[in-house]
């Protein structure tokens, strides 16, 4: 699963659904560091997430939030990693509205701002999706998250 469409030639993809994200900061996050009600608010609030700070800072800048690279604290290379971060009040992340609601520790932030389309790409290598067994549990896969009919695991 991937939220971005591939790129490499070998690799053939399917985009199967697309959640909506906003951003989230735990209670002891807000505690510590003052509630974020306006965006004004954000400016000196702290951020946590996954990839590239220049990534991260265009991300959330596409999002309507006016940060900078000082508001990026800790980046991870695992989207659980991150929210994991966030969970332990080192700062506010994105986070699929489905997820985000199992977990009471955190509050959406800024609930005025667009949701953040999230799509997920159902990926493999081209040589794995022609053998007749694979291209049905391919397919199977597709079927139930388009319908998504899955359980979100959220330990």
């Known amino acids: 699963m991937r939220h971005v469409a591939p790129t490499q030639p070998e690799l053939i993809s ?3 659904c697309e959640a909506k994200g906003r951003i989230y900061a735990s209670h002891s996050y807000l505690e510590r560091h003052g509630e974020i009600k306006t965006l004004e608010d954000v400016r000196s609030a702290h951020f946590v997430g996954i990839g590239e700070n220049d990534e991260l800072l265009d991300f959330l800048k596409n999002c309507g ?3 900078t690279q000082t508001n990026l604290r800790v980046l991870g290379v695992s989207g659980n990693v991150g929210w994991q971060m966030a969970r332990q009040g080192l700062g506010i992340s994105a986070m699929t509205d489905d997820i985000a609601r199992h977990f009471p ?3 959406l932030m800024l609930s005025e701002l667009e949701p953040i389309p999230v ?3 159902l990926t ?3 040589e794995l999706h ?3 067994r694979i291209r049905l549990v391919y397919d199977r896969i597709a079927e139930t998250l388009s319908a998504n009919k899955l359980p979100v695991r959220v330990g």
């Open 124 to 126: 493999t290598h081209k």
């Open 105 to 107: 520790e955190m509050k």
């Open 130 to 132: 022609s053998p007749k």
């Open 119 to 121: 799509p997920y790409w």
């Open 65 to 67: 939030l006016p940060i």
């Open 14 to 16: 399917r985009k199967v």
